[in-house]
């Protein structure tokens, strides 16, 4: 990179300070730049040269990205914020996903859709392991039989959570879920309203490893919920005739176990920074369901589906810098099944300090 000539020193302090303002077409010297990993002088000034400061810039940018390129290519992320980055004590995230369903089996004309956002912090505690928590907000809604059967649900999640790297090529994570949810049901004239509260947790194995130019990530993941319902009673008329239906609370079990593959590649933007598209293909397998996974079909008889699932997610990620990294992707979770379609979008957006 062009050196320029040397006009002037200032003292090293001051410029950390920000208290020496440069002109345009003067910079630090780049062998003694800090930006650059170099160091001032022995009287501890730094040498200014005639340099243009985009140049400057630009190099610095081009250490930084072939830096996390280098990273990301030689170990596994120990969380989805942390890609690349090993040093930062804090990361903060926001996760945002919106679900689209779409049922006709057996005649069951359901349709329901789910947004969830979620925010976290977390934070180096050893040299292996991260701990944080995140909260999250959700709203679902769903009819079907020609809506005479509709069902809104709004609630929280508080969720703590570690995660620990084994090696360069395997990482864990672990998380308890603790959910309160507030929901409202309407039946022909009749209606609803009770509250839910579950709890549960999830357990996560990852790794990464390099095929040529590519990176291929395998994930084993276990989740498990208990959900529990208070009593509430259906109220409404009948042919004008007042009529309440008693509705005891009720508990049932939530389990999946998913295998998943992540093929991924990284490219250079125009920007210094990278992007990584990526395609994800897995199966879920569906151990617990409230009924057994059963459903009532148009005939009010009960169908058995399967309890597994395959699942396409593509998308990509974008770095942006040192600090900053952004996630969008698309996915299709309801493959082998007939008349199911579940459509999903995602933003995830991760900032490291």
């Not at 989805?80 to 090993?86: D, F, I, S, V």
């Not at 959700?138 to 969720?159: E, P, Y």
């Not at 609803?192 to 395998?218: C, I, K, V």
Request: charge should be negative; glycine fraction near 10%; proline fraction near 5%.
């Amino acid at each position: 990179m062009p050196q320029g000539q040397i006009v002037g020193r200032v003292d090293a302090a001051e410029w950390y300070a920000g208290r020496v303002p440069l002109p345009a077409n003067r910079c630090i010297d780049p062998r003694h730049d800090p930006r650059l990993g170099g160091a001032p002088l022995a009287d501890g000034t730094l040498p200014v040269v005639t340099c243009p400061e985009n140049l400057l810039r630009q190099h610095a940018q081009a250490r930084t990205r072939n830096a996390l390129e280098a990273t990301l290519m030689e170990q596994v992320p120990i969380t989805a914020g942390r890609q690349g980055e090993p040093v930062s004590p804090w990361n903060t995230w926001v996760d945002a996903r919106y679900t689209d369903i779409s049922d006709d089996r057996d005649g069951q004309d359901l349709d329901g859709e789910a947004q969830v956002v979620a925010v976290g912090v977390d934070r180096w505690v050893s040299e292996q392991t991260v701990a944080g928590g995140s909260f999250s907000v959700d709203s679902s809604r769903s009819d079907n039989f020609g809506g005479a059967w509709d069902s809104d649900s709004d609630g929280f999640s508080i969720s703590p959570y570690v995660a620990y790297r084994l090696s360069e090529r395997w990482a864990l994570d672990a998380s308890l879920i603790w959910r309160w949810g507030d929901n409202d049901t309407e039946l022909a004239t009749l209606e609803g309203s009770f509250d839910t509260r579950s709890f549960g947790g999830a357990l996560n194995a990852h790794g990464q490893y390099r095929w040529g130019e590519a990176l291929l990530r395998p994930t084993v993941s276990l989740f498990y919920s208990r959900e529990r319902s208070d009593d509430y009673d259906l109220d409404g008329k009948i042919l004008g005739i007042p009529v309440e239906v008693e509705v005891p609370g009720d508990s049932y079990s939530t389990g999946v176990a998913s295998v998943s593959g992540e093929l991924s590649r990284i490219y250079h933007t125009d920007h210094a920074g990278l992007i990584m598209p990526y395609a994800e293909l897995g199966v879920d397998w569906a151990f617990e369901q409230p009924n057994d996974g059963r459903y009532l079909n148009e005939d009010l008889e009960w169908e058995d589906p399967s309890d597994l699932t395959g699942t396409l997610r593509t998308g990509a990620r974008w770095f942006v810098g040192e600090a900053t990294l952004l996630e969008a992707s698309a996915g299709y979770l309801s493959i082998g099944h007939d008349d199911l379609d579940i459509w999903e979008g995602r933003l995830y957006l991760s900032y490291r300090f």
